[in-house]
């Protein structure tokens, strides 16, 4: 993982910011602690509403983790999901196919659903893809 640091104008104010890539940013969601337990990051993200076409708002989680369901295989070779702290089954997400990640706020139980692209920030960087 390589941060650098790069000037960038935005909106008539110049800053100095780290950047990071957008894979290096996942991988980082992706780690745990010594425990296995989720580390917590802050993420900034825009909405966007693909049917309704409505979006644009910036949303900052100050305290999120990955959300990370449980795959269960039954024995006649189907995969059952479950998610988090539930044990009623559902379906499979496709979160690689559909380019989201679910993220739960740290401190409550609201998941929230964002597409990998529209991340703006992790932990105070830059996202670059």
């Known amino acids: 993982m390589l941060l650098k640091p790069v000037l960038f104008s935005e909106r008539l104010e110049t800053e100095l910011c780290f950047v990071i890539s957008l894979v290096d940013a996942l991988t980082l969601m992706d780690e745990s602690d010594l425990n296995g337990n989720p580390i917590p990051f802050s993420i ?11 979006g644009g708002e910036l949303k900052h989680l100050p305290a999120a983790t990955v959300c990370r369901g449980r795959k269960v295989t ?24 559909h380019g989201t990640r ?6 409550s139980e609201q998941i929230v659903k ?5 991340i703006h920030d992790y932990n105070g960087m830059k996202v670059v893809w």
Do not use: D, M
């Not at 900034?44 to 409505?54: D, P």
């Not at 679910?102 to 401190?107: D, P, R, V």
């Not at 964002?114 to 529209?118: E, G, T, W, Y």
């Open 44 to 54: 900034s993200f825009f909405t966007y509403a693909k049917s309704t076409k409505i």
């Open 114 to 118: 964002v597409h990998i692209r529209l």
């Open 74 to 97: 039954r024995s006649n070779g189907r995969a059952q999901f479950f998610q988090e702290n539930k044990t009623s089954p559902k379906r499979n997400p496709n979160h690689s196919q």
């Open 102 to 107: 679910n993220f739960k706020i740290h401190g």
